[in-house]
Every structure is written in structure tokens, then in C-alpha cells.
């Protein structure tokens, strides 16, 4: 039944849209129809803020185990000389 109803009207298409009392036209209405949900527009901006950080906290862990393996390895060097 619905099916039939489909093939006898078109489907209804945007001519015009309103976004905060401005007018916008069909193309605006369909890239805004694209858009994700605000929620997950604030997501995705808050794993890109995050991503360098954690590389930078990443690097400033590795470079601080590379010093304790090097402090480490000066004192079984200086424990074996005496």
C-alpha cells in the first residue's frame, strides 16, 4: 500500500528553509541535513583537542622512561667498577 502511494505522488522536495528567521535555500537545507548532532560535533572537537596532548604526554613518558633507563644502567656501570 505504501509502496503504490510512492509510485502515484512524488516525494516531497525542500524548496525553502528557515534557520534562525533566515532564509536558506535547498542546497543549504540538505549540507545542514548532513551535518551530525551536536553532541558529536562537540565529540569530535574534543578528540581533536585531546589528540596532541596525548602525543605530547605520550613523548614526555618515553623520553622519562629513556632517563631512568639510562640513570639505571650508570649505576650497575659505577656498582661494577668499585
Known amino acids: 500500500m505504501l509502496a503504490d502511494f510512492a509510485k502515484e505522488f512524488e516525494k516531497p522536495a525542500v524548496k ?34 585531546q589528540a596532541p596532548m596525548a602525543g605530547f604526554l605520550g613523548a614526555m613518558n618515553g623520553l622519562l622512561y629513556m632517563m631512568v633507563g639510562a640513570l639505571e644502567a650508570l649505576k650497575i656501570k659505577r656498582a661494577g667498577a668499585q
Open 16 to 49: 525553502v528553509g528557515l534557520v534562525e528567521g533566515k532564509a536558506v535555500t535547498p542546497d543549504q537545507v540538505k549540507r545542514l541535513a548532513a551535518l551530525p548532532a551536536k553532541l558529536e560535533l562537540l565529540a569530535q572537537l574534543g578528540g581533536a583537542l
